[in-house]
């Protein structure tokens, strides 16, 4: 599924993520064949412009986190775009609690999917908890109604059929034994034609007003790309959707369809349908997708980590701290307790292609930080402030505060110089994290 776009997407991302230094040039040429990417899957055109234009100016615009590499910072803006693409937050079904009715109506073309999804939408709630009532009120289709029923039977729940000729009746029906009998839920599957008619709005208009269906789904093959979205547009226009069920997913759809509904309908997908029985329904994740899309799962939780514990200003800080040769102890030990709730550090660096065969890796040792920082806490405010009042008597009771020896302490405190004097001398080239963090971890 989107396994084209993603192989194509992947390998983009993949090289861009890997470099050290990205120029506007570089922006643009990836951006460029993001385009022709995504041209390809089928989504739709202005989509891709809106797309394009909002990620070439952010990319453009905005200022790099030190920490990671410009390039991890790029993919993960292309990213979120994508995510936003897709719908941003996953959303699931406005259902009403248990004690009152929730009516969800299926609709969509003929062959969608419609039948088959309300049986997998019926165990899929079954297994939440929920007593839902099948409905079948397709009555144009002669083998239809028994279609659901060996379908319900299936999943296990119970199937409302009535033998007359108005889809309408057999819905009053349905909704007055669900009463009755106590089902909380009532999905309604109705017919479909070859293409959107005016027979089957009116009849749909029909079913929704006897219905008030807190959820109006449109049922739509994902195969059948923009015009899935066409599709949508036509049916909001007469029942007003509440949201989307792709089905077909799991063959290769192109994805246009995932990728331009939201922003061109509004309506959120709120499921993937992802095989032929009745299991293979899946809550829409626009995350999930979007790095099935990029690939780049790992990047993208590398800057997010990174944005999280630097911000763009605290970065900056530290760099005219080191420039202006203010940095002192206090500024290490903050520094200790990003670099912490960052994770593992050397996780992280085996996250960072620019760090990786530097040595830095090998250096960081977590541990000694720890010994490290508890030397720091162990001083006054005034010499972190200035290491170079802390003479031998207070080395020693430093070193029995902190569980160190004095010969720690006094490594400890050459290192410290011995970095600041570096500091100074580093230029802002990206090897100055690596250098920076071989520093402070090292021992
Ligand atoms: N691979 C795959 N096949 C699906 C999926 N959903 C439905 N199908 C298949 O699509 C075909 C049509 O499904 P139906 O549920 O009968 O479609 P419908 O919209 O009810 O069709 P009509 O009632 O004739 O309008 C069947 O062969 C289903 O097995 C899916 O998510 N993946
Ligand atoms: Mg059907």
């Known amino acids: 599924m989107l396994d084209r776009l993603s192989g194509k997407l992947g390998d983009l991302m993949r090289q861009i993520g890997g470099k050290a230094h990205i120029s506007e040039k570089n922006i643009q040429d990836a951006i460029n064949e993001i385009k022709i990417a995504l041209l390809e899957a089928d989504v739709n055109l202005r989509v891709v412009r809106r797309f394009v234009n909002q990620a070439t100016e952010e990319a453009l615009g905005e ?109 009053r029906g349905a909704l007055s034994r669900a009463r009755k009998e106590q089902f909380d839920t009532v999905i309604v599957d109705t017919s479909g034609r070859l293409q959107a008619d005016e027979a089957l709005m009116a009849e749909l208009v029909r079913i929704r007003d006897a219905a ?55 309506k959120p997908i709120k499921f993937v349908g992802v095989g032929e029985k009745l299991d293979g329904l899946e809550a829409f994740h626009p995350e999930r997708i979007a790095s099935r899309i990029l690939g780049m799962g790992d990047v993208v939780s590398l800057v997010e980590k990174a944005q999280a514990t630097m911000e763009q200003g605290e970065a900056e800080r530290l760099q005219d701290k080191l420039a202006s040769e203010t940095f002192t102890l206090e500024d290490m030990l903050d520094q200790y307790r990003r670099m912490r709730k960052m994770g593992s550090i050397q996780s992280i660096m085996e996250m960072i292609p620019g760090l990786k065969g530097t040595g830095a890796e090998e250096k960081i040792d977590e541990q000694g930080m720890k010994r490290e920082e508890a030397i ?27 569980g160190t020896s004095v010969f720690e302490v006094n490594r400890f405190l050459k290192k410290f110089e011995k970095t600041c004097l570096m500091m100074k001398k580093m230029s802002k080239n990206s090897k100055y994290q690596a250098q920076v963090l071989s520093q402070l971890g090292g021992s």
């Not at 790099?64 to 390039?71: A, E, H, Q």
């Not at 720091?376 to 902190?402: H, V, W």
């Open 63 to 171: 200022k790099v986190l030190r920490s990671v590499t410009p390039g991890q910072q790029f993919v993960k803006l292309l990213y979120d775009k994508m995510v936003a693409l897709l719908g941003g937050e996953s959303q699931g079904l406005a259902l009403k609690g248990p004690d009152t009715q929730s009516v969800i109506l299926l609709a969509g073309l003929q062959g969608s999917g419609k039948t088959t999804t309300a049986a997998k939408l019926a165990l899929h709630l079954r297994g939440q908890g929920r007593r839902p009532l099948l409905v079948a009120a397709d009555l144009v289709r002669p083998a239809a109604v028994q279609q659901l029923v060996v379908l319900g039977e299936k999943a296990g729940v119970e199937v409302h059929h009535e033998d007359v000729k108005d889809p309408v009746q057999v819905v």
């Open 212 to 266: 008030s269906p807190v959820e109006v789904l449109l049922v739509a093959d994902a195969m059948t790309g923009q015009n899935a979205v066409d599709i949508a547009r036509e049916f909001d226009a007469r029942v007003t959707l509440t949201g989307v069920i792709l089905t077909k997913f799991d063959s290769d759809t192109r994805g246009g369809a995932a990728l331009s509904v939201k922003s061109i309908t509004g």
């Open 376 to 402: 720091i806490l162990s001083m006054t405010r005034k010499e972190r402030r200035n290491y170079r009042i802390i003479g031998p008597k207070r080395r020693t009771r430093i070193a029995r505060g902190s």
